[in-house]
T-cell receptor, first 113, second 107 residues
Framework: EAGVTQSPTHLIKTRGQQATLRCSPI?????VYWYQQALGLGLQFLLW???????NRGNFPPRFSGRQFPNYSSELNVNALELEDSALYLC????????????FGAGTRLSVL | KNEVEQSPQNLTAQEGEFITINCSYS?????LHWLQQHPGGGIVSLFM???GKKKHGRLIATINIQEKHSSLHITASHPRDSAVYIC?????????FGTGTSLTVIP
């Protein structure tokens, strides 16, 4: 069974551009969580999607947005990139009825130059 | 103030030593997770706890709900245990994370 997959593995952008990151949870799982791990900082909660809807978002500006598709895969979009957006972005998936369970992907490392 | 505090921040141990990493939290939680992050960033979920104690191989995790405290123990540590260990709690609809404990086990 495939685990949580994220793409791309690495992404290099310049300031002001937009970045799109993708995540596919384990088959049958409906929840997707996005986290940011900036250098020297801990994991920060970004967004939670479940069954196609945004359920909660962390303390991030509106230029961080996303969506969840009917097949429960998800995109994280970061507009107007800033240098401090350089970080590892981790996605985690989980089943709808067991909200505490999360399976993490390997992450996308975003570098903003 | 962080909702989740871990200690120590850095830990170096000799192979075979018994290791303890502590986590204290300040929010009401439904569950606590211990995560392991290897160089490169990949994260593995080690334990999910809501009460008591869990054991998996050489790893033991305990939680005291009244004291809002959890510990992760590693018995007979090995160099392959070298990683960052992260404590995370779920409070409401949000997860809160500690900043991690960087463990290095020397042969």
């Amino acid at each position: 069974e495939a685990g949580v997959t994220q793409s791309p593995t690495h992404l290099i952008k310049t300031r002001g551009q937009q970045a799109t990151l993708r995540c596919s949870p384990i088959s049958g799982h409906t929840s997707v969580y996005w986290y940011q791990q900036a250098l020297g900082l801990g994991l920060q909660f970004l967004l939670w999607y479940d069954e196609g809807e945004e359920r909660n978002r962390g303390n991030f500006p509106p230029r961080f947005s996303g969506r969840q598709f009917p097949n429960y895969s998800s995109e994280l979009n970061v507009n107007a990139l800033e240098l401090e957006d350089s970080a590892l972005y981790l996605c985690a998936g989980g089943p709808r009825l067991a909200k505490n369970i999360q399976y993490f992907g390997a992450g996308t490392r975003l570098s903003v130059l | 103030k962080n909702e989740v505090e871990q200690s120590p921040q850095n830990l170096t141990a000799q192979e075979g030593e018994f290791i303890t990493i502590n986590c204290s939290y300040s929010v009401g939680i439904s569950a606590l997770h211990w995560l392991q992050q290897h160089p490169g960033g990949g994260i593995v979920s080690l334990f999910m706890l809501s009460s008591g104690k869990k054991k998996h191989g050489r790893l033991i995790a305990t939680i005291n709900i009244q004291e809002k405290h959890s510990s992760l123990h590693i018995t007979a540590s090995h160099p392959r245990d070298s990683a960052v260990y992260i404590c995370a709690v779920r409070g409401g609809n949000q997860f809160y994370f500690g900043t991690g404990t960087s463990l290095t086990v020397i042969p």
